[in-house]
């Protein structure tokens, strides 16, 4: 049979049409909004523990907005995650004294079955020793693949539609004399298995435990809050209230917080780095208002500039966080 060109030019805009139509949007899955929490129960070889996880303030990193997702476990800061949206993906970012790794973690479109490289890096590290050179070379490349979208179903409730990504990657490392190879090894990194919902955000983790064969750790979606930060502050009670000055600070910053709250700082690796402070005072006078307190909080020594978290924790279990920034 023979194709006429209106034939084929129908063919093609259905084409584009069905490609347009089936495309999925990464935003759909990831609401980011300062405030915006999910309550997972976690379970390992290692036993049970509840994780909250909240994206709890925006920073600017290498030109684009990132979110600060932070999580808590029990009435400490366990781990803080960055997450960067940009013109092609969402990316997640790893904060180190040392550099800062980036990953693409989900295309900002995509389809079942499409897979991108998240993450390819090299180290190469060159020591002496006396007249001996040794070069180390360590490789890693980590994937990412979309494979399925279909309904989960944890404690939270049954969401229909859910994305399965699929995390996999592999490293090797090298070490020479000169140029004859002395050692090398190589290996998989645990495959992770995460599900999230439309218009609700992570669900489900799975991720493999190589070290503990047959094992895997599981975390799944109790409850979340997808209020944001304007509703968010609404619900709070209104004596909770945390203010810093100045910010930045170079020596030391003045905390005013609830009466008999806990106040905490931890680094952004999530690192306890202080709790309360000095109480400021004027001739020996503590000073503070009938229903707050003020602290000064001064970095040890050792602490590098950045950003910095402070939390306070009041009796009845409310929490409220807000960034500091430290300058030496």
Not at 57 to 73: K, N, R
Not at 219 to 237: F, H, Q, R
Not at 269 to 293: C, I, Q
Request: charged share 20%; aromatic share 10%.
């Amino acid at each position: 049979m023979r194709m006429t060109t209106k034939t084929i030019l129908i063919c093609l805009i259905i084409i584009i049409f069905v490609g347009i139509a089936t495309a999925i949007d990464a935003e759909d899955f990831m609401p980011f909004a300062i405030g915006n929490s999910w309550t997972f129960k976690d379970s390992s070889f290692e036993g049970f523990d509840t994780t909250i996880t909240e994206v709890a303030d925006t920073i600017f990193l290498l030109g684009y907005t990132t979110y600060i997702m932070v999580d808590y476990w029990g009435d400490s800061l366990r781990d803080t995650m960055y997450m960067q949206p940009r013109e092609d993906a969402v990316y997640m970012l790893e904060i180190s004294e040392e550099d800062t790794m980036v990953m693409k973690f989900l295309q900002n479109t995509f389809d079942v079955g499409d897979s991108w490289e998240m993450l390819s890096m090299e180290i190469i590290q060159v020591d002496t020793y006396g007249e001996d050179i040794y070069t180390s070379i360590q490789n890693m490349c980590m994937n990412c693949e979309v494979q399925s979208l279909i309904p989960v179903t944890v404690p939270a409730g049954t969401f229909d539609e859910c994305i399965k990504m699929v995390l996999s990657g592999e490293w090797s490392w090298t070490q020479m004399l000169f140029d004859s190879v002395v050692n090398a090894d190589s290996g998989i990194i645990d495959t992770s298995i995460n599900y999230f919902g439309r218009n609700v955000g992570p669900v489900m983790f799975e991720e493999s435990m190589e070290e503990h064969e047959d094992e895997i750790a599981v975390s799944v979606l109790l409850e979340y809050d997808l209020a944001g930060i304007d509703n968010k502050t609404k619900m709070l009670p209104e004596n909770l209230s945390l203010e810093v000055y100045p910010n930045p600070f170079n020596s030391a910053i003045s905390i005013t917080a609830p009466q008999n709250a806990v106040i905490e700082f931890f680094d952004l690796r999530g690192n306890l780095v202080g709790v309360n402070g000095v109480r400021p005072t004027d001739e020996g006078r503590m000073l503070y208002a009938p229903t707050s307190r003020t602290f000064i909080w001064r970095p040890s020594e050792t602490s590098a500039s950045g950003i910095y978290l402070v939390k306070a924790r009041t009796e009845d279990g409310n929490c409220i966080t807000k960034r500091i920034m430290y300058i030496r």
